[in-house]
């Protein structure tokens, strides 16, 4: 689902492949910062979002999460990091306008995991 709108957060859709390395610059930093200080609903999402990006196997995690009032999911820093060619404009002024300081990602918040016992496209994941 593609949503720009003023209450989404990178609710976009990838087309090309992920990047070998991710881009750790100011704008993840920033939006690091705020991801650990986000809000979970307290309901499951019912579904995952799966990174659309060619060859990519990321996929989010299944609750839904506000950054500032703004909706986002858990794949969010791996669209910033590993397709930053394709983040458009709007988002990233989205994210230099959050107000969480900037911290360093770990190892662990740039893998993009919950695909483990998913190995290939007729696992039923798509049917969630
Ligand atoms: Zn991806």
Redesign the pocket.
Same mark, same amino acid.
């Given at each position: 689902m593609i949503n720009l709108d003023a209450d989404h957060l990178l609710f976009i859709e990838?087309t090309g492949a992920?990047s070998a390395t991710p881009t750790i610059d100011h704008t993840t930093r920033k939006l690091v910062g705020a991801w650990r200080a986000r809000r979970a609903s307290d309901y499951a999402y019912g579904g995952f979002h799966e =990174?659309?990006?060619e060859g =990519?196997?990321?996929v989010s995690d299944d609750s839904d999460y506000w950054i500032d009032g703004l909706m986002t999911n858990s794949?969010a820093l @791996?669209?910033l990091a590993? @397709?930053r060619s394709e983040v458009p404009q709007s988002e990233l002024a989205k994210i230099a306008a959050l107000t969480a300081a900037p911290a360093e990602p770990t190892e662990e918040e740039l893998t993009?995991d919950v695909l483990n016992g998913y190995e290939d496209e007729d696992s039923g994941l798509d049917d969630l």
């Open positions: 990838p992920p =990174c659309t990006g =990519c196997r990321a794949l @791996h669209y590993f @397709h993009t």
